[in-house]
Every structure is written in C-alpha cells, then in structure tokens.
C-alpha cells in the first residue's frame, strides 16, 4: 500500500497521492449513502451555471436601448425587470437546493466518522497504548471532524464547483471567439493561483508531523488546565509556575512551525500577485484596441464584464479546485487507515484456520519461553518467562509495582503481542484464536474503572438488547450495590454519568469499581481476570468481595493481581514478579516456609496490619 507503513501506520511524508483515485471513491461512498445529493447537484449547476450571465448581459441590453435615437424610459424599464425577475427566479432556487443539499452532505460526512469510532474500537489494543498512533494519524481523524474541512470541505466544493464550471465554460467560448490571448492570459492568471495554493499545501503537509506534534503539546496544556481531575494537584503543588513556564517554552515552539509555514506562502503568494498583474494588463490593452478600432461601447463593456466575471469564475475554480487537491490529501489519508489492516480485519486465511475451544471448557494457560517488550521500546518486561495457570486454578499475582503484572495479563488476553515464545490457551497458541473469540473468554475488571454514559443495566449487560434484567441484579446484589441502586429514582434504568442525561447519576470510585465488578460477573466468561478490583473499595466492602471470590469465580480459572497480600490467602497459588519477572511460584504456606521475597513483603504487610490492631485495641 503506497504511502503507508502497516507495522507504525505512519505516513510517509510523501505528498503525492492518487487524486481521482480518491475523488472516485468519494463519489462512489456519497452515491451510496445518499443519492439525491446527486439530483440536487445536477439542478444546483444548470440554476447557479446561467445566473451569471444575466450580469454579463444586462449592461450590453441596456446600454443599446439607452444609447438608442428613439429609445424609450418604458423599454429600459422592461429590460431592467425582466432581467430582475429571472435573476430572483434563478437567485432563489440555487440557494433553496443548496440549503437542501448541505445538511444531507454533512450527514454524508457523519457516516465517514462513524466508521473511524467503529475502527478506533476495533483495530489491536497495541495501538491505544502507543504514544505515537493518535499523532501519526491525526490528519486523517481530524478529516471528518469539521464541516469545513476535510471530506465534507470536498464534498462542498465539488457541489460548488458545479454552475461555477458551467459559468466558466460559456464564458470561455465566448470570450475565445473574440480573442484568444485574452483567455491565455487568464489561465497564466489560474494557473499561478493554483501552483501557489497547491506550492502552500503541499509544504504545509510535509510540515504535517511537526504541526501534529505541536499541536499535541498545546493540547496538553488545555486539558490539564480545564481537567477538573487536576485542579487540586495543581493548587496544593503550586504546579501554575511550571505550567506558565513550560507553556511559554511550547508558543514558542508552535510560532516557530507557523512562522515557517507563513513564510513559505507569502514567498510564493507574490508570484501569484505578478501573474494578476500581466492577465489584466493584457487583457485591457486588447479590449481597447478593440474599441479603438470599430467595437461598440455596449459589447465593450459587456466582455469587460465577460472577463472580469470569468476571471471571478476562474479564481473560484482554482480556489475550490486547490481546495479539492489539498483536503483530497488527508482524505486519502484517512481512506488509508480505515483501509489498512490493524488487526480489525477478518483474513479468509486466517479464519480458515481459526480454531475454537468448546463451549463451558475451562482454561488453562501456559506462558512458553515467553519474552516482551512493548512496540517502540526495547526494554524487556520479560525474558524467557515460563509458567502455567492450571485449569480451574486460582492464581494470586503479586510483586513489586512496575513488575509487569498488568502487562503480563494484557498478554494473555491477546491485547498485546508476546515478542517472542508463546502463551497457548488450552493447547492452541492464542494468536490462532478469532479475536472477538479471544475477548469472549475473559471477564475483567481493571484498575482503571471506565463506566460509559448509558443506563446501570446497559453498562452491566454492555449491550442494549436482550438484557436479562434479573442477572443484572443478581450481580449487583452479589457486589453490594443493591442499596445504592434502590435509591436511584429510575433504579437500573438510570443513565450513568452527565455527560449525555443531566440526571445521569455518577458513581463514587468505589461504587463504579463494584459495578465493574458486576459487569464481570454478569458477562460469566470462563477466565476471570481482576487487576487491583478492590483498590477503590473501603475495607468492608473489600472483605465481602474476598469472601464471595469463590463465588464468584466458581468452577473457572481465575487470576486475581493485588497488592493487598491478604488476598492471597484464598487463591491456590501465589506467582511473586519482581523486577527480573517470575521470583517466586507456589502455594501461600510454601512460599511463607520458604522465607523468600514474598514472606517478605507479606511479613512488612503484616506488621503494620497488626500493629494497627494493637493500637487500636
Ligand atoms: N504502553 C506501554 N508502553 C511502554 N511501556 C509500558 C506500557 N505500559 C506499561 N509499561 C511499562 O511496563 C512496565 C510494567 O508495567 P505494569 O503496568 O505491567 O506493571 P505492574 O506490575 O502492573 O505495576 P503496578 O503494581 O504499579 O500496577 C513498567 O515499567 C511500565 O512503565
């Protein structure tokens, strides 16, 4: 694929691209989605296409009866709202279709962003986590993003484009037949206009990375500044000086790429003024000639009006037409990452080969010879890691922070790619499992809690359609969110969040992590993976979710990450990382005989556990 690398996604900084390749495509997507755009066009061009040429003529009509011997006020008045009539006439369906025309266009628009959401949720987790992805791509994300720009700004210059061609055609013919240096000059006129447009663009593109990456620094310091989420850090750390600081630092860096970029186009834009210069030079120099020698002052100054009409026209064209080119740009751009294959492709290979595990079988899960590091780094994680989660086992990860444990389940989940070795699942290597298959098996809970802004039992269930309404409250009953459901005045009907509902209802930290808990619970996969599920939770609340663990993870092999040691007690095996991977493996009583790291940091625990009780007794 041209332009494109599969593995970082990133464009190269190749500024051709395959113009009506792109504006083919475009017209296919519009056709499909909605149709009468195209009818609405074809009436926009003939309305819009002969108005102007009512201007063109009027002065010739009028100055032939003004100028007539015998010419009467009642004939220039007759001339005068004819051509007022059919100008209203023309005047208002142009701008009626046009109005009917625009919101379908951006509706055309809003399909093209629904499919990068649709992307964006499907392509490898890999990406989420890289720094670089959203940068890379931004040009083609921000392309459906704005009426004005990008697939809708092309959208709305090519339906403009249509009488504005229609207009300049005639023009052209007509003019042409009296002179033919008139019309070169004004293509030398358009032709300027276009290099210096598509001269700008093309090195305003080249500059892409560096305006993206400028962009992405400014941003940060508007989201951290508005961020509710840091607004008390920032006040006790007295972070307001370094904020100030650092932001200067960043206009300075963001002036300097603008400046380049302005530099650059005032440089070219005096070419584009010298090029006005020798068109109209020309242009009148002939016309007087002209008249000087036999042409009538009435078809004078109906071409001057010709040519300054077709100079308008041929401006708008070359305006719209670099318009076209410079936004075709990043919509090929964002053809090419809908298009490329991120891991959201089904291959005909691949799922030819897929294979399944049975329906309830459980899972066991071996790390073979395992090693990592994360794409675009080249620290290992882990080297040579080999373990197993044995079938129905409950497995305790614990260690030091950094360790890997999160990362760790990441790559069982097939959310990340091992570097080398591989984790097999029931004996098949996971990267031969169908990806949605994949997730289907794991029911997680994270640290970070992410409650979206639909109803309890939509972000329970994660669907909107068939929800089975009593296991919804089963799970909440199991996690102990019953109460607080029961006071919500539309119960598991609520909406979550304010973002969307003014009366959507927000969840504390800890409640939120329950109801991740209960989602969970009620997606009843055959792996339960729980990453720090209680670290939210007060200490009651903590103690039943360890009491209920068997419960909740009956029959299934289950891991459950912790820093709280405590929790170790009711998994059957303990698997210690440190900063060196796997330090230790085995059951809570052997590795508490075995004195090692994890006696250790159970012990250190302990104490001040104990200790608190001492003092508290
Ligand atoms: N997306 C990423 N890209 C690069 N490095 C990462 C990424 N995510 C995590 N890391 C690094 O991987 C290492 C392990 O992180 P991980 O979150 O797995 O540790 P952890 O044991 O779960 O830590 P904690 O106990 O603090 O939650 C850390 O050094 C972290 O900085």
């Known amino acids: 694929m041209e332009g494109v690398s599969m593995e970082g996604v990133s464009m190269e900084e190749n500024i051709k691209y395959p113009v009506w390749q792109t504006l083919k495509k475009m017209l296919k997507y519009c056709f499909k989605a909605d149709k009468n755009i195209y009818l609405y066009f074809v009436i926009f061009t003939i309305t819009g296409g002969l108005y102007p040429f009512l201007g063109v003529l009027l002065p010739k009509y009028l100055l032939n009866a003004i100028s007539k011997p015998d010419g009467e006020m009642k004939d220039i008045l007759t001339i005068v709202l004819i051509f007022l009539a059919l100008m209203a006439f023309f005047g208002f369906i142009r701008t009626f279709i046009r109005a009917l025309a625009y919101p379908r266009i951006s509706y055309v628009r809003l399909q093209y962003l629904g499919k990068t959401f649709d992307k964006m949720v499907s392509i490898d987790y890999k990406y989420m986590e890289d720094a670089n992805f959203l940068e890379d791509n931004s040009r083609a994300l921000d392309s459906t993003n704005s009426n004005d720009n990008g697939v809708e700004g092309v959208y709305s210059r090519l339906f403009d484009a249509g009488p504005v061609a229609l207009t300049a055609l005639g023009l052209i013919l007509f003019i042409g037949r009296l002179n033919i240096w008139i019309l070169l000059g004004l293509l030398l006129n358009v032709t300027a206009g276009i290099w210096v447009k598509r001269s700008a663009s093309k090195f305003l593109y080249k500059r892409k990375q560096d305006v993206a990456h400028a962009e992405r620094r400014m941003r940060y310091y508007y989201n951290t500044t508005h961020d509710f989420g840091y607004g008390k850090d920032i006040r006790l750390y007295r972070f307001q000086d370094r904020i100030d600081q650092n932001y200067n630092g960043e206009i300075k860096g963001y002036v300097k790429v603008q400046r380049r970029i302005k530099n650059q186009e005032y440089f070219i834009g005096l070419l584009e003024i010298l090029s006005f210069f020798i068109s109209n030079g020309l242009t009148y120099a002939i016309l007087v000639y002209k008249t000087v020698n036999g042409m009538s002052i009435a078809d004078f100054s109906m071409y001057i009006t010709a040519v300054t009409t077709l100079t308008v026209m041929l401006a708008t064209l070359a305006e719209q037409f670099s318009f076209i080119l410079n936004e075709g740009q990043y919509v090929y751009d964002y053809f090419q990452f809908i298009d490329a294959d991120m891991g959201d492709k089904?291959?005909?290979?691949?799922?030819?080969?897929?294979?399944?595990?049975?329906?309830?079988?459980?899972?066991?899960?071996?790390?073979?010879?395992?090693?990592?590091?994360?794409?675009?780094?080249?620290?290992?994680?882990?080297?040579?890691?080999?373990?197993?989660?044995?079938?129905?086992?409950?497995?305790?990860?614990?260690?030091?922070?950094?360790?890997?444990?999160?990362?760790?389940?990441?790559?069982?989940?097939?959310?990340?790619?091992?570097?080398?070795?591989?984790?097999?699942?029931?004996?098949?290597?996971?990267?031969?499992?169908?990806?949605?298959?994949?997730?289907?098996?794991?029911?997680?809970?994270?640290?970070?809690?992410?409650?979206?802004?639909?109803?309890?039992?939509?972000?329970?269930?994660?669907?909107?359609?068939?929800?089975?309404?009593?296991?919804?409250?089963?799970?909440?009953?199991?996690?102990?969110?019953?109460?607080?459901?029961?006071?919500?005045?539309?119960?598991?009907?609520?909406?979550?969040?304010?973002?969307?509902?003014?009366?959507?209802?927000?969840?504390?930290?800890?409640?939120?992590?329950?109801?991740?808990?209960?989602?969970?619970?009620?997606?009843?996969?055959?792996?339960?993976?729980?990453?720090?599920?209680?670290?939210?939770?007060?200490?009651?609340a903590e103690a039943e979710i360890y009491e209920s663990f068997s419960d909740l993870v009956e029959g299934k092999t289950a891991v459950y990450i912790s820093h709280r040691l405590a929790s170790t007690k009711f998994c059957d095996r303990i698997a210690f990382f440190d900063g060196d991977g796997l330090r230790e493996y085995g059951s809570h009583e052997e590795l508490m005989d075995a004195k090692g790291a994890y006696y250790n940091m159970f012990m250190i625990q302990g104490k001040y556990y104990n200790e608190e009780v001492a003092v508290s007794e």
Do not use: W
């Not at 890691?385 to 444990?405: P, Q, R, S």
């Not at 009907?493 to 808990?517: H, P, R």
């Open 346 to 540: 089904e291959h005909q290979d691949k799922s030819e080969k897929v294979k399944s595990i049975k329906e309830r079988e459980t899972l066991e899960i071996v790390f073979d010879n395992v090693s990592f590091c994360y794409p675009g780094t080249d620290k290992y994680i882990f080297k040579n890691l080999n373990f197993t989660i044995h079938k129905g086992e409950k497995l305790a990860i614990v260690g030091i922070n950094g360790a890997g444990k999160s990362t760790l389940v990441k790559l069982m989940m097939g959310l990340f790619d091992v570097t080398e070795g591989e984790i097999r699942i029931n004996g098949i290597p996971i990267g031969e499992f169908n990806k949605k298959e994949l997730y289907a098996m794991f029911s997680a809970v994270f640290q970070e809690i992410n409650v979206l802004a639909y109803t309890v039992k939509e972000n329970i269930a994660c669907s909107s359609i068939d929800i089975n309404e009593e296991k919804v409250t089963n799970a909440l009953e199991k996690v102990g969110l019953k109460n607080k459901i029961n006071t919500l005045p539309k119960g598991i009907n609520q909406t979550m969040l304010k973002v969307i509902e003014e009366d959507g209802v927000e969840f504390s930290g800890g409640e939120s992590q329950k109801l991740a808990i209960a989602r969970a619970l009620y997606k009843d996969a055959r792996m339960v993976v729980m990453d720090e599920p209680t670290a939210a939770l007060d200490a009651l």
